[in-house]
């Protein structure tokens, strides 16, 4: 079982004396009350429960379900209440449906979440916008939630920036993706400095996977050892993550909000 082995890791890390790391391990996009439980059960430390496509009292109903078994284990829920656009794994939609500000205190007193996922113009996957259309934060719906849930923890999910210059590597070195283009940084820092205290980035992380792949396969054709193409693979994703975690996410030093 997963928790065996994290309870087994731990082990291993106090014998090499290393430094204890916060760790989350968190289920996105849960979309049943038995996929939250398994993944409870087997060692996760947070889960989210996304019924954000029933009525809001079948969202309220389920989501309460979730967090009543999930406190049980100290395990934290984060719920969602209205509709991004776009393709994520099996989360579609094709419109935005935006948070609405005069539901979130009864949502979050009904169902007692310990973190709120929110649609404010944000899209799920690559292929958020098309070249020429304005990708747009509504700032002012995030404000109008922050106002009436004092100090609670709001996600963006679908907030990647789909950098171009990898966009660029990806069909240099032998890809096919079309032009696409994704949230502005300056308007996710902005985000950031409000109650929004986790940022879904998913679509960031493959294309600056893929693109190193690409690139690292297409340069040193003779390397066959995943070991060696994966460990630049690993670099160029680090670098990604440091960058945003200082200059959008602003969780490093030398960012003051
Ligand atoms: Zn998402």
Do not use: W
């Not at 656009?85 to 539901?103: F, K, L, M, N, Q």
């Amino acid at each position: 079982m997963v928790s065996g082995a994290i309870l087994q890791m731990k082990e291993e890390a106090k014998k090499m004396k290393l430094k204890p790391i916060s760790v989350a391990l968190h289920l996105d996009h849960g979309d049943s009350y038995e996929l939250c439980v398994s993944a409870i059960k087997n060692g996760f430390s947070s889960v989210m429960i996304d019924a954000s496509h029933l009525s809001y009292n079948e969202n309220i109903k389920l989501t309460k379900k979730v967090v009543n078994f999930a406190h049980k284990y100290k395990v934290t829920v984060e719920g969602e209440l209205g509709v991004l656009a776009g393709v994520e794994d099996d989360v579609s939609a094709t419109e935005h449906i935006y948070t609405r500000p005069e539901e979130v205190e009864d949502f979050v007193k009904k169902t007692g979440v310990d973190s709120l996922a929110i649609a404010v113009g944000t899209s799920h996957g690559a292929y958020k916008f098309k070249p020429g259309q304005e990708a747009k934060i509504r700032l002012d719906i995030l404000k109008a939630i922050e106002k009436r849930l004092k100090n609670f923890p709001i996600v963006l999910h679908g907030a990647s920036s789909i950098p171009q210059e990898a966009l660029e590597k990806i069909n240099k070195y032998g890809g096919k993706m079309e032009s696409a283009i994704g949230i502005d940084p300056k308007q996710v820092r902005a985000a950031a400095k409000t109650a929004v205290c986790k940022v879904n980035i998913d679509s960031d992380s493959r294309i600056t996977m893929t693109a190193s792949l690409r690139e690292v396969l297409s340069q040193s054709p003779e390397i066959f050892d995943p070991r060696t193409y994966l460990a630049k693979v690993r670099e160029d994703l680090m670098k990604m993550y440091m960058k945003k975690n200082v200059e959008v996410l602003g969780c490093g030093k030398k960012i003051s909000k």
